[in-house]
């Protein structure tokens, strides 16, 4: 269904929003796209993001969105190599945890974490990435008991497909169509927040018999794990990259396993889709990206958000994001 969707930075490229509520406003944490002039490839070079704004408002629809600066840089990472692609964020006894990926200095991404003590920065890196973090794509989830989660992963220039059982293989590759699809990450965060608590775990998503969705299953996940609850259950959505769509999956714990549910967003101008969803003042939003002010330019995403609405049974309802 068509919705009222509303362009949130009309005048840069910000994509891959995270979206939090914190001191009774959104804040908006993208990615920063720029004309670098890097060659289109599957390993994502010309996404060649370098530093990270972060934005607010009152009022998602109609309000100001107040652009509050660059809060990180390539630069100022001690470890930092190049590619500061999305990014997330976490608040606990009143400082503010971005947990970014980047690649090192190896060419390998890796998650690090920078500490403010304020929402909208500026935030100070870790000297080093996080011990045993790889791949792309953090997401925080903070339940209700207040147990922090940081899911992660993303194939193709993402690199999750170089990972088993979180070690890195001497042959990177893919599993075929028939066999289950690679899972997302997700591990629970130690108490001071700058490092895991224990080895992350497989991110299971199965059809409504149990089984494990296949690599060629256009709705396994890709990359963009995204971790929402409602109604007491644990919502996971995620990209499925390659065919263009937000799906999402239930479960019963942080953990999962998922069952796979449907359709969040159908394709949208442009490659990639990712997003975050919140609640704030009564009603639910998708916040994600398109390249339709680029005109179809992938590597120059422009963030938007649009109503997001659920049945009464708990389905999320399809949005139409306007691609093919």
């Keep these: 269904m068509k919705k009222e969707m509303r362009y949130l930075v009309p005048n840069d490229y910000m994509a891959d929003p995270s979206v939090h509520v914190f001191n009774d406003r959104v804040y908006i944490y993208p990615s920063h796209d720029?004309?670098?002039?890097?060659?289109?490839?599957?390993?994502?070079?010309?996404?060649?993001?370098?530093?990270?704004?972060?934005?607010?408002?009152?009022?998602?629809?109609?309000?100001?969105?107040?652009?509050?600066?660059?809060?990180?840089r390539v630069e100022d990472v001690p470890w930092a190599g190049r590619q500061l692609w999305d990014c997330d964020i976490a608040e606990k006894n009143g400082r503010y945890y971005l947990y970014f990926p980047m690649k090192d200095q190896n060419d390998i991404f890796r998650l690090g974490v920078a500490v403010g003590e304020k929402p909208e920065g500026p935030f100070i890196p870790q000297p080093d990435p996080i011990k045993g973090s790889y791949s792309i794509d953090p997401a925080v989830f903070k339940d209700?008991?207040?147990?922090?989660?940081?899911?992660?992963?993303?194939i193709w220039g993402g690199q999750l497909q170089r990972y088993r059982d979180n070690k890195a293989i001497e042959h990177p590759c893919l599993p075929g169509d028939d066999e289950p699809a690679l899972p997302s990450r997700v591990v629970k965060l130690r108490d001071d927040m700058l490092e895991f608590a224990e080895s992350p775990r497989a991110v299971?998503?199965?059809?409504?018999?149990?089984?494990?969705?296949?690599?060629?299953?256009?709705?396994?996940?890709?990359?963009?794990?995204?971790?929402?609850?409602?109604?007491?259950?644990?919502?996971?959505?995620?990209?499925?990259?390659?065919?263009?769509?937000?799906?999402?999956?239930?479960?019963?714990?942080?953990?999962?396993?998922?069952?796979?549910?449907?359709?969040i967003l159908t394709p949208v101008v442009g490659w990639t889709t990712h997003h975050s969803i919140v609640c704030y003042k009564g009603k639910w939003y998708l916040f994600h990206h398109d390249c339709v002010p680029s005109d179809g330019k992938t590597w120059l995403r422009s963030l938007k958000v649009v109503e997001l609405t659920y049945d009464e049974n708990g389905k999320i309802q399809t949005i139409d994001g306007g691609g093919e």
């Excluded at 149990?210 to 959505?237: I, Q, T, V």
Aim: charged content about 20%.
């Design 144 to 154: 209700d008991d207040g147990s922090i989660y940081i899911y992660f992963g993303g």
């Design 204 to 263: 299971l998503i199965t059809d409504a018999a149990g089984n494990p969705l296949k690599a060629g299953d256009p709705h396994r996940f890709f990359e963009a794990s995204w971790m929402h609850k409602y109604n007491g259950k644990y919502y996971l959505s995620y990209s499925t990259g390659d065919t263009h769509l937000l799906c999402y999956a239930i479960g019963d714990n942080p953990y999962g396993p998922f069952v796979y549910q449907g359709v």
């Design 34 to 72: 720029w004309e670098s002039g890097v060659p289109e490839n599957d390993n994502g070079d010309h996404f060649n993001m370098k530093d990270y704004h972060v934005f607010s408002t009152d009022d998602v629809m109609r309000g100001e969105v107040i652009d509050h600066g660059v809060v990180l």
